[in-house]
């Protein structure tokens, strides 16, 4: 199973758009991941066009989304188990917090900071796709992408530009 794994989108905003090598990724994707800041719900509708699309609300998501999305959830990928949520807290003990958040996970994804991660704790996969379309603080933008085989996940960053 192919997932593309993204947050922080930000759109709509200006002339700014998905980028190119994402829209490659999304055509060949059985699962959507979105871990929340789209802003409007034209984008979810956007994805779903694409492929099954599980996703969280960020705190700029406006108010159609927040009533169509969940705070956090649990998303159920082949045999594996992806936590998600787009508010991690801060930057101090963020990973054990995620753990103990999701227990029986083998995977959680969060968002907000636009800045990739992926870190193995535990056992367990975290991971944040930065930002497509806002970097921020971040190198450059970016988005994941997840093999995965039973339980077994792979992920890989990937960047755009």
């Known amino acids: 199973m192919k ?3 993204i947050a922080d989108t930000h759109l709509p905003r200006g002339s700014r758009r998905l980028p190119e090598l994402l829209l490659e990724h999304l055509e060949a994707a059985d699962l959507v991941l979105h871990a929340g800041d789209f802003v ?3 984008l979810f509708e956007e ?7 599980e996703a969280v609300f960020g705190n700029q998501d406006d108010g159609d989304l927040r009533t169509l999305l969940p705070e956090r959830q649990v998303v159920r990928a082949g045999e594996a188990r992806i936590g998600l949520v787009h508010d991690a807290g801060p930057r101090r003990r963020r990973e054990e917090r995620l753990l103990a958040a999701f227990p029986s996970c083998h995977a959680v994804v969060y968002g907000h900071t636009h800045m990739p991660q992926i870190e193995r704790r535990s056992g367990v996969w975290i991971l944040n796709p930065g930002s497509p379309t806002e970097r921020r603080r971040a190198a450059r933008r970016s988005f994941l992408t997840l093999d995965v085989s039973g339980v077994s996940l792979e992920p890989r960053l990937v960047v755009t530009t």
Do not use: F, G, Q
């Not at 994805?47 to 699309?53: E, P, Q, T």
């Open 3 to 5: 997932i593309v794994v």
């Open 40 to 42: 409007s719900a034209a």
């Open 47 to 53: 994805l779903r066009a694409y492929s099954r699309v």
